[in-house]
């Protein structure tokens, strides 16, 4: 059994070989189009998977955006160029004529990521920070999704109800100060237009703003993680994504976690499978494991 899995971000979109031990083969990427039609979209995936689907048995799909009965719904449209709706399951089984799943993409990556834990944690929570800042939550060794699909969209919850306007359309979102495009809105004079990824290399250089705007993100974090572990009281939290994996950050995140009160202290680990949970996550889920 070989699947072909697939997760759709804000910013990339990648594509794996995995077999049934869960060793990934072959893997691609393509940059996620801006575009408010779901065209774009569906060509870029054909371009990025026809090279693999002639190798594959099924597909497993991590996606951003909420997942409901095989569709990607977006709750915010803006980390995808505008994009409301888009046929996923339906789409993939056009193009490969195989079975095909879907999960959002911080859900799946939290179920790979509670796998590789090996057992040791029951309740434990993932959160992606990246192009909009995800979630996935599994409690007693259950991933919870929800009765339509919304379960764990930890970056839409409040951070300050004086911040910006998220692309949900809620006011103060998570996600509209911590993410990669929360850290880039921000941004002005000789940082304005860059991008998160080239504001944490110019913190490397001692650029002041750069830095201030990471310790916002971070800050933010963890006081979602303090949210979470009132919430779920959960034994873990692992953190991906590009730029909650960049260097340093999550090592901000526990310094000001260490700010709040005891009572919301938890452990806080890299992802295991780095940029890969989310593609290993729907194939785990795809195995039916
Ligand atoms: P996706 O959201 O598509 O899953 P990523 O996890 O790569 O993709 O997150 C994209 C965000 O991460 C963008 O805002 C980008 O600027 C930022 N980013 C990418 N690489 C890095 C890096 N090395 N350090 C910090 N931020 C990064
Ligand atoms: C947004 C939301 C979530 C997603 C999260 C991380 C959309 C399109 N996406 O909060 O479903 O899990 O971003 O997504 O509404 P990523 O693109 O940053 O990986
Ligand atoms: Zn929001």
Same mark, same amino acid.
């Given at each position: 059994?070989?699947?072909?899995?697939?997760?759709?971000?804000?910013?990339?979109?990648a594509?794996a070989?995995?077999?049934s031990?869960?060793?990934?083969?072959e893997?691609?990427?393509?940059?996620?189009?801006?575009?408010?039609?779901p065209?774009?979209?569906?060509?870029?995936?054909?371009?990025?998977?026809?090279?693999?689907?002639?190798?594959a048995?099924?597909?497993a799909?991590?996606?951003?955006?909420?997942?409901?009965e095989?569709?990607?719904l977006?709750?915010?449209?803006?980390?995808l160029g505008?994009?409301?709706?888009?046929?996923?399951v339906q789409?993939l089984?056009?193009?490969?004529?195989?079975?095909?799943?879907?999960v959002?993409?911080?859900?799946?990556?939290?179920w790979?990521?509670?796998?590789?834990?090996?057992?040791?944690?029951?309740?434990?929570?993932?959160?992606?920070?990246s192009?909009? +800042?995800?979630g996935?939550?599994?409690?007693?060794?259950?991933?919870?999704?929800g009765?339509?699909?919304?379960?764990?969209?930890?970056?839409h919850?409040?951070?300050?109800?004086?911040?910006?306007?998220?692309?949900?359309?809620? +006011?103060g979102?998570?996600?509209?100060?911590?993410?990669?495009r929360?850290?880039?809105?921000?941004a002005?004079g000789?940082?304005a237009?860059?991008?998160?990824?080239?504001?944490f290399?110019?913190?490397?250089?001692?650029?002041?703003?750069?830095s201030?705007?990471?310790?916002?993100s971070a800050?933010?974090?963890a006081?979602? +993680?303090a949210?979470?572990?009132a919430t779920?009281?959960?034994?873990?939290?692992?953190?991906?994504g590009s +730029?909650?994996?960049?260097?340093g950050?999550?090592?901000?995140?526990?310094?000001y976690?260490?700010?709040?009160p005891l009572?919301?202290?938890v452990?806080?680990?890299?992802?295991?499978?780095?940029?890969d949970?989310?593609?290993?996550?729907?194939?785990?889920l795809?195995l039916?494991?």
């Amino acid at each position: 059994m070989t699947t072909l899995a697939i997760d759709i971000g804000g910013t990339k979109l990648a594509a794996a070989l995995i077999d049934s031990n869960l060793q990934i083969r072959e893997r691609r990427e393509l940059p996620t189009p801006a575009s408010k039609t779901p065209d774009a979209l569906r060509a870029a995936l054909y371009a990025l998977i026809a090279p693999l689907q002639g190798q594959a048995t099924r597909v497993a799909i991590a996606s951003t955006g909420i997942i409901r009965e095989g569709s990607l719904l977006a709750l915010n449209p803006y980390n995808l160029g505008g994009l409301l709706h888009f046929p996923l399951v339906q789409t993939l089984k056009d193009l490969t004529a195989l079975p095909t799943l879907a999960v959002n993409d911080a859900q799946a990556a939290a179920w790979a990521e509670y796998h590789a834990l090996g057992g040791e944690y029951r309740d434990m929570v993932f959160i992606t920070v990246s192009t909009g +800042v995800g979630g996935g939550v599994v409690s007693e060794g259950k991933l919870l999704t929800g009765s339509g699909g919304l379960a764990g969209h930890l970056g839409h919850t409040l951070a300050d109800p004086h911040g910006p306007v998220c692309g949900c359309g809620r +006011v103060g979102c998570v996600e509209a100060i911590a993410s990669g495009r929360g850290i880039a809105a921000a941004a002005e004079g000789a940082l304005a237009g860059c991008d998160a990824k080239t504001i944490f290399s110019r913190a490397g250089q001692g650029d002041e703003q750069a830095s201030r705007l990471i310790h916002r993100s971070a800050r933010t974090l963890a006081r979602l +993680v303090a949210d979470v572990k009132a919430t779920t009281d959960c034994q873990i939290v692992v953190i991906g994504g590009s +730029v909650g994996l960049a260097e340093g950050y999550l090592a901000l995140v526990e310094h000001y976690l260490a700010q709040e009160p005891l009572a919301y202290h938890v452990e806080l680990l890299a992802a295991h499978y780095r940029h890969d949970a989310g593609l290993l996550g729907a194939a785990l889920l795809a195995l039916g494991d």
